[in-house]
């Protein structure tokens, strides 16, 4: 089991930055790919941003690109998103997802963090 905790969202005025944290336990982390989804109300849950096992390949969303930045610190166990230049639309529940680098589907969720951007 690997278990996920989410931080860093809130509340930020357009244009503002925001940085979420998301914690991993109970496994090696450097054995998953991770993965940042959201979720808007009334939405579907969306992808947002991925990074491979080793840091050294990501990707994100269309929507994005160029705003935001994934990361991980392996040795802490922790992914990071950055968001720069939040537009209202950005608002959404912040979701981290592992994935085991043999499997194509991710198997653990956090519980998610709000994000609100107030135009």
């Known amino acids: 089991q690997v278990q996920l905790v989410e931080s860093g969202g809130g509340l930020v005025q357009a244009g503002g930055s925001l940085r979420l944290s998301c914690a991993a336990s109970?496994?090696?982390?450097?054995?998953?790919?991770m993965g940042w989804f959201r979720q808007a109300p009334g939405k579907e849950r969306e992808f947002v941003a991925n990074?491979?096992?080793?840091?050294?390949?990501?990707s994100y969303a269309d929507s994005v690109k160029g705003r935001f930045t994934i990361s991980r610190d392996n040795a802490k166990s922790t992914v990071y998103l950055q968001m720069n230049s939040l537009k209202a639309e950005d608002t959404a529940v912040y979701y981290c997802?592992?994935?085991?680098?043999?499997?194509?589907?991710?198997?653990?969720w956090g519980q998610g963090t709000q994000v609100i951007v107030s135009s």
């Open positions: 997802a592992a994935k085991s680098v043999f499997k194509r589907e991710y198997d653990y």
């Open positions: 109970g496994r090696t982390f450097s054995n998953y790919h």
């Open positions: 990074i491979r096992w080793s840091g050294g390949i990501t």
